[in-house]
């Protein structure tokens, strides 16, 4: 039996969901410190928030699907009118099939952005599996495509640049 073997633009073609994880994705996977009620600090990226606001005026959605949780997640994601958040989730692939369930999209229309090998799972069902700069081994052999920025420092925003490229869909003001 033959595999149909799909290009980088037809993949980006059909996306219409963008998952992503948190640390080393969103951010760069520091943990900086602790406050005294336990809360984590997390540095996000403009450009990934920029990128992620001009996805959503495309008509696109994007959900957050962590092993940790975080109030700044919650907080950033509300920022960004991300309103599909899985946090502390132990098996990203249960929380991706439930995803699923819940849009309606097909995993051909999903982009899954990882760096680690919680992420493994989701990218090999994803249609489109991208891995940022400094990912683990195992999911840059997965990702169909790999950023130039590491996580945290602009991959969100390339890839979202990426896939509305080929969809000619990537608007620039002048």
Known sequence: MQTEVRSLADRCHNIELLLLDVDGVLTGGEIALYDDQGGQLKVFH???GTGLKCW????????????????SVKHRARELGIELVFEGVP????????L????????????????????????????????????CP???????FITCAPGGKGAVREAIELILKCEGRWIVSR
Do not use: M, W
């Open 46 to 48: 403009v450009r990934d």
């Open 56 to 71: 959503r005026q495309a008509g696109k959605q994007t959900a957050i699907v962590s092993g940790r949780t975080a109030r």
């Open 91 to 98: 098996d990203k692939l249960v929380a991706y099939h439930e």
């Open 100 to 135: 699923l369930n819940k849009t309606g999209f097909s995993s051909p229309q999903v982009c899954a952005i990882g760096d680690d090998l919680a992420d493994l799972p989701v990218a090999q069902e994803s249609g489109l599996a991208i891995g940022v700069a400094d990912a």
């Open 138 to 144: 195992e999911i840059l052999r997965a990702a169909h």
